[in-house]
């Protein structure tokens, strides 16, 4: 039997791997690695470094045609000039390796003067400038010759306030001294390693730490990265949620006195519904007639009106007798839906309720006594209402918006709402966020999908600039143009966490100079992750209901509230952010008639900064930029992976690593049908490198 959750928690961590068994790592260093999610030294060696500094390749200075990092053998040519300016010192030397010279500067770093004697020679590792009349590199690392021959790849980690290069990879080198690589279970079967070409797990965690060439590298990140792969499927086929298919739901029949309620509906609307729209709901109510459980995702961009497959997937039920329930991640969201579905439904004789956090006593026994008695066709909510003891007579469909702002935990729960006579309700699942193909292979291959592509016609495209700092009082004035037009704008910051010292800009202080120089004649608000849920719902309803002009937020405000008169928005900092969330946060103007628009603001002078920025620039589909989202940093943030309770890869691009899923799926297929004992035992090693490398890894972790 593969080993359950409580016995997954007893494996305790020994103490021997404790981190301040390692030298040099007092507190303080402890707290920053332990701020950066490692606390012992398993967790250590499972940081993996985020680049290397190669210095295993030496180059002739002659072969050098493009400027860059390289590793050079070169001899001190001249005695070093030594010139100093108040304090600021720097000295400089011409490097020669016989064939080409370089010139060399040293900042502040005086004492070189007496280390560099004409004819030394040093091995050189720095950047190579080709700009000018000669080549010029300016503080180059250096060592001594006697070390060429065991010249490797530096590891480079990503690092904390506190720690440096130098520390981590003195005590990574501890751990792994101490034979801890070889203490990993390693999940593999024999047989797939020799069929994939794959190393050993001791030999990978050695090599990505301290690979000495390319070559080792490669070996050690495809080991690795398989493992990635290999255990999160693994987890999900062996461990995963109840197996729905052997569970039964309501299978609604439909009559001639629903069709017509169901005609009412349409022709009650506003608007003609979208073909998308159309087809997605024909895609539930055929579901909804069936008692194998709809399990359905459906994906729509952002105001592609997903609310109405909900309100008719849900009207349905109610027609034929059935309860809903419609979940959403904030009170407001689930107050707006509230109001737009009570008209509707009133309409075609059915009643809906809301359920909030802020409900009283009183109100909630009667709530509960109308969804018991069925009375209740539909209950709105927000996943508080898991936590509450609700009975329902006839629970048929359970609706959840914005998916993916929803925990492992409150989907869990979901998953055991169950009603007498032991059916599920059907499930529908609604997410902005588009799922890439090969990232639904991985995590949604158990669910059906409906897609929306098209959008409610009518919408005018936002408007998407990129703007530098300098920039910005360009952005203002037109920001100011829209708020006196009776517009409203968002200006949106990237999260920070106190403790770093980076150069983020604190929500806070964007607030204090917009409120204070900028915008002293409006209304402004600011919003952010620290207030408790019925400030940022009272700020939310004070934005929406036109009381501040400006909101300045953290990205809490992502979720699809809809403000129609919001028709400008700027986000700071924006190459901090995935192109995913850019887009929803992009999807918060542009709801309603005016012409919206939409300002990144990044002084990244990276190239890959700016040409991911470029992308939102140019796309407008949700679809399309979350295929270069995720081609561009790997599965392990796309969907915000602390939200999903998901692992995030460190190591697999599931896009470079295509062969790598196809193996992955072919040996889970091939381990499923092993004969028992095999199978429970690889099922336990399974388990065991799940623990050891996911602790905090809920299991039943699919939606
Ligand atoms: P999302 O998919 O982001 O949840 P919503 O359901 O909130 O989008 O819809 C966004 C806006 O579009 C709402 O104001 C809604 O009334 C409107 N809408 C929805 N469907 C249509 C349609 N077929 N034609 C015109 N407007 C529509
Ligand atoms: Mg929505």
């Given at each position: 039997m593969p080993a359950s959750k409580s016995e997954l928690h007893k494996q305790?961590?020994?103490?021997?791997?404790?981190?301040?068994?390692?030298?040099?790592?007092?507190p303080k260093r402890r707290e920053a690695l332990e701020a950066m999610g490692v606390s012992n030294q398993r967790e250590l060696l499972l940081?993996?470094?985020?680049s290397y500094d190669d210095w295993s390749t030496l180059t002739p200075?002659?072969?050098?045609?493009?400027p860059g990092l390289y590793t050079f053998r070169a001899e001190i040519a001249n005695r070093p000039q030594f010139s100093r300016r108040g304090k600021l010192s720097w000295l400089r030397l011409r490097l020669w390796d016989g064939v080409t010279s370089v010139q060399a500067t040293y900042f502040n770093q005086p004492w070189l003067r007496e280390k560099f004697q004409p004819g030394d020679s040093y091995i050189f590792h720095g950047k190579l400038d080709l700009s000018g009349p000669r080549k010029t590199t300016i503080n180059p690392a250096f060592i001594s010759t006697d070390l060429a021959d065991q010249l490797g790849m530096l590891a480079i980690y990503p690092l904390k306030q506190g720690l440096t290069q130098k520390l981590l990879r003195a005590a990574v080198d501890q751990a792994l001294a101490q034979g801890?690589?070889?203490?990993?279970?390693?999940?593999?079967?024999a047989q797939a390693r020799q069929d994939y070409g794959l190393s050993s797990l001791d030999y990978a965690l050695h090599k990505i730490h301290q690979p000495q060439n390319p070559y080792e590298l490669s070996l050690a990140r495809k080991r690795l990265a398989f493992d990635e792969l290999f255990l999160l499927r693994a987890a999900m086929q062996?461990?995963?949620?109840?197996?729905?298919?052997?569970l039964e739901a309501p299978a609604l029949v439909t009559s001639d006195r629903i069709k017509a309620g169901m005609r009412d509906l349409r022709e009650s609307l506003p608007f003609e519904l979208t073909r998308s729209q159309v087809e997605a709901i024909n895609d539930v109510l055929r579901d909804l007639?069936?008692?194998?459980?709809m399990n359905r995702l459906l994906q729509g961009d952002?105001?592609?009106?997903k609310t109405m497959v909900a309100l008719f997937a849900a009207a349905y039920v109610g027609l034929a007798g059935g309860q809903s329930l419609l979940m959403a991640p904030t009170s407001i969201l689930a107050e707006q839906h509230y109001a737009t579905f009570q008209p509707y439904f009133q309409s075609i004789g059915l009643k809906v309720n809301l359920l909030l956090g802020s409900t009283k006593a009183a109100d909630r026994r009667s709530l509960a006594e109308a969804c018991q008695s069925g009375e209740t066709s539909l209950l709105i909510g927000t996943h508080a209402l898991l936590q509450e003891d609700l009975h329902f007579q006839n629970l048929v469909l359970a609706i959840t918006d914005e998916?993916?702002?929803?925990?492992v935990k409150q989907r869990a729960n979901l998953g055991s709402l169950k009603q007498t006579g032991g059916q599920v309700p059907h499930r529908l699942l609604m997410t902005a966020t588009p799922i890439p193909r090969s990232f639904a292979m991985i995590f949604f291959h158990d669910l059906d999908m409906s897609i929306m592509r098209?959008?409610?016609?009518g919408r005018q495209e936002v408007i998407t600039e990129i703007a530098s700092s300098q920039d910005l009082p360009r952005v203002y004035a037109r920001m100011r143009a829209e708020l006196e037009n009776g517009g409203q704008a968002y200006v949106i910051c990237p999260l920070i966490e106190e403790s770093e010292k980076t150069d983020w800009e604190s929500a806070e202080t964007t607030y204090r100079d917009l409120a204070e120089r900028?915008?002293?004649d409006f209304r402004l608000a600011l919003l952010h992750g620290r207030l408790k849920a019925e400030e940022k719902d009272t700020i939310m309803e004070a934005f929406v209901d036109k009381k501040i002009d400006i909101l300045v937020s953290t990205?809490?405000?992502?979720?699809?509230?809809?403000?129609?008169?919001?028709?400008i928005i700027l986000v700071k900092?924006?190459?901090?952010?995935g192109l995913a969330q850019l887009h929803q946060l992009r999807g918060?103007?542009?709801?309603?008639?005016r012409q919206s628009y939409c300002f990144l603001h990044s002084d990244s002078d990276q190239d890959t900064a700016q040409e991911r920025l470029q992308t939102l620039v140019q796309h407008t589909d949700g679809f399309a930029l979350a295929e270069v989202d995720l081609k561009m940093?790997?599965?392990?943030?796309f969907l915000g992976t602390r939200q999903h309770g998901l692992p995030s890869f460190q190591l697999l691009n599931i896009y470079d690593d295509q062969t790598i899923l196809r193996e992955v799926n072919a040996l889970i297929d091939q381990i499923d049908q092993w004969p028992e004992p095999e199978r429970s035992q690889e099922l336990d090693l399974i388990s065991c490198a799940l623990s050891e490398r996911y602790p905090h890894l809920e299991r039943g972790l699919v939606l």
């Open positions: 305790a961590v020994d103490p021997q791997l404790d981190l301040n068994k390692l030298r040099g790592l007092g940081l993996f470094p985020r200075l002659s072969e050098v045609q493009e801890l690589a070889s203490r990993f279970t390693d999940p593999l079967p062996f461990f995963g949620q109840e197996d729905l298919t052997q007639r069936q008692s194998k459980p952002v105001g592609s009106g998916q993916h702002r929803f925990g098209d959008m409610p016609s900028v915008f002293p990205t809490v405000v992502e979720v699809g509230v809809d403000n129609p008169e919001a028709s900092s924006a190459e901090r952010f918060r103007v542009g709801r309603g008639e940093r790997g599965p392990g943030d």
